[in-house]
C-alpha cells in the first residue's frame, strides 16, 4: 500500500471511530514528520516549486458554503499539474478527525479548519504545525502575474490569519454578524428594523401581538447568540472594550458595556420573546424555524442565505441588519457593524505536499474561483472586485449594503481564535443565560473566572492587540 493510501485509510478508520478516537490535550507534534518534501523546479508558470507528480489531499469542512468553490480550485490545480492526482474530502468535524493525523505526522495537504468541531488553531501554531504562508502570499497571483496574492486580499485578512508573527492561515469568506429578518413580512406588516435596543424591545411587542415569535436562535450552538451580545457591548464601550476582552485584561468581562449587553439580551428571554423550545434547536432547526415565519429574527453570520438556500420560501426576500444601537450614546456610531473574514485554509507543516498546498490556495484565492463562490454560497469572498458586476441576492446585497453604511466602524473580537478554551466557557454561561438559568452577573462571572484561568496560565500563549 503507498503512502497516499495509507493516509486515505486513516482517514476512514477515523471518520469512523469517532469521538473515542480522539486525543485530548494541545495537539502536540507527532514524530519527526514526512520522511521526504518533495519540490519541483521554480519557474514562471510553477513559482511555489511544486512536485509535478506529487498526489494532492484537500480536506474540508462541509458547510453553509457547500463545496463548489473548493471543488473549482481543484480543477484549476488539476490543469495546472496534469501529472497530480488530488483528493477532495468533505468532513462535518474536522477536528474530530484530523486531530490523530496531525498527532500522527500523516496530516492532508490542505485543510479548511472550520466549523463548531474544529481544530484548535492558536495550539496548532505554537506546536509548529503549521506551514509559514509568506512564500504564497508573495507568489504571482493566478489572475495577474504582476500582482502578488497578498495584494488581491481585502483589508486584514493577513493580519487575521497571522499568529505570533507568521501568516498560519488564510480565510476565504468576509463575514458580518448581524441580525436577520424577512422584509417582505416586515414591509407587509408595517415594521421597521429597530435602531435601539429599547426600540427592538418595543417592537417585539407589536411583532408578539401578531401571533409571531420575536426571535429564535440556534439554541445547541450559543455562540450564535453570543455575536449580537458582544455586538452590543462593542458598541457600548468601543474598541477599547473589545481589546481589553482580547488581552485578557482583569475584570474585562465586568466592563459596564458587557453587562449592559448581557442584560439587552437577557430581557429577551424575561420578556418572552424567543420562540418555545429554542434552547434545543440546532442551527438549520432553528434557521428553518425562522425561514417559515415562526419567528421574526434570528441573530447570524452573513452565510445564512447560501445555507438556507435550499428551502427559503419564494418571497421571502431575506436581508441582514446590523446590531442595534444599545443606546443613543454608544462609544462606536450608529451602524458599526461585527465583521471579520473566517473559513480558515491552512497547510500543515507535515504535509506530503506542502507545496502543492500552497499552490491549491493560489487557485482557491483567484478571482475566478472568488467570483464563483459569491454566485454559489451567496457571501462575501475576502478577494478584492470579486463581486464587481454581480447581480447579488437579496441577502448578500444587505451585507454589502450594512458595509458600506458601517465604512470604517467594523470591529471583531480574537479571543475564540486565539483561545479556544475561553470560548467554550463563554457558550456555555451564554446558553445558561439564554436558558434563564443565570442572571447577567453570574454569566459574566462565570465567564471571567474562565478568562482569568487562561491568563495565569503559563502554558498557553499570549497574544496581544
Not at 429578518?181 to 415594521?191: A, E, I, K, P, V
Not at 453570543?226 to 474585562?252: E, T
Request: proline residues 5%.
Amino acid at each position: 500500500m503507498n503512502v497516499r493510501s495509507s493516509r486515505r485509510t486513516l482517514l476512514q478508520l477515523s471518520t469512523m471511530a469517532g469521538a473515542s478516537a480522539v486525543l485530548s490535550g494541545c495537539v502536540t507534534a507527532g514524530g519527526d514528520g514526512p520522511a521526504e518534501q518533495a519540490t519541483g523546479a521554480v519557474t514562471d508558470d510553477n513559482p511555489l516549486g511544486v512536485p509535478e507528480d506529487a498526489d494532492l489531499e484537500v480536506v474540508v469542512f462541509d458547510g453553509g458554503f457547500g463545496s463548489e468553490y473548493t471543488q473549482h480550485a481543484v480543477t484549476l490545480y488539476e490543469e495546472r499539474h496534469p501529472g497530480a492526482a488530488v483528493t477532495h474530502e468533505g468532513l462535518q468535524k474536522v477536528g474530530e478527525v484530523l486531530q490523530p493525523r496531525f498527532v500522527s505526522g500523516e496530516p492532508p495537504d490542505v485543510v479548511d479548519n472550520t466549523g463548531a468541531g474544529r481544530l484548535d488553531i492558536a495550539a496548532l501554531a505554537a506546536a509548529g504545525q503549521l506551514t509559514d504562508l509568506a512564500d504564497l502570499l508573495d507568489a504571482p497571483s493566478l489572475d495577474d502575474p504582476a500582482v502578488k496574492v497578498r495584494d488581491l486580499l481585502l483589508p486584514g485578512v493577513v493580519e487575521d490569519g497571522t499568529l505570533d508573527g507568521t501568516a498560519s492561515f488564510l480565510n476565504y469568506s468576509y463575514v458580518v454578524w448581524g441580525i436577520w429578518y424577512s422584509r417582505s413580512l416586515f414591509d407587509s406588516r408595517g415594521w421597521t428594523v429597530p435602531a435601539t435596543w429599547d426600540d427592538m424591545l418595543a417592537l417585539c411587542g407589536e411583532i408578539k401581538d401578531a401571533g409571531i415569535a420575536p426571535w429564535t436562535w440556534q439554541g445547541k450552538y450559543p455562540e450564535y447568540m453570543m455575536d449580537p451580545l458582544q455586538s452590543l457591548a462593542a458598541k457600548a464601550g468601543g474598541l477599547d472594550l473589545v481589546y481589553a476582552i482580547d488581552n485578557l485584561a482583569p475584570d474585562a468581562w465586568r466592563q459596564d458595556g458587557v453587562l449592559a449587553a448581557a442584560d439587552a439580551i437577557h430581557r429577551l428571554v424575561t420578556g418572552g420573546h424567543i420562540l418555545e423550545g429554542s434552547e434545543g434547536l440546532s442551527h438549520t432547526e432553528a434557521q428553518n424555524a425562522w425561514c417559515t415565519g415562526q419567528a421574526a429574527f434570528i441573530p447570524c453570520g452573513s452565510w445564512l442565505e447560501g445555507e438556507q438556500q435550499d428551502v427559503t420560501p419564494e418571497g421571502f426576500d431575506m436581508a441582514m441588519a446590523a446590531v442595534p444601537a444599545l443606546t443613543g450614546a454608544d462609544a462606536l456610531p450608529d451602524g458599526a457593524v461585527q465583521g471579520s473574514s473566517s473559513e480558515s485554509f491552512l497547510v500543515p507543516a507535515q504535509a506530503l505536499n506542502p507545496r502543492g498546498g500552497l499552490e491549491y490556495l493560489r487557485c482557491l484565492f483567484s478571482g475566478e474561483v472568488a467570483r464563483g463562490f459569491a454566485e454559489s454560497a451567496k457571501a462575501m469572498p475576502v478577494v478584492k472586485g470579486a463581486t464587481d458586476g454581480l447581480d447579488l441576492s437579496p441577502g448578500l446585497a444587505s451585507v454589502a449594503a450594512a458595509l458600506d453604511t458601517a465604512g470604517d466602524n467594523v470591529f471583531g473580537y480574537k479571543y475564540r481564535t486565539w483561545y479556544p478554551e475561553l470560548a467554550v466557557e463563554v457558550d456555555t454561561a451564554t446558553g445558561e443565560l439564554l436558558a434563564g438559568r443565570a442572571d447577567p452577573e453570574a454569566w459574566a462571572d462565570r465567564i471571567q473566572a474562565a478568562a482569568d484561568a487562561v491568563a495565569a496560565d503559563d502554558s498557553i500563549v499570549k497574544y496581544e492587540r
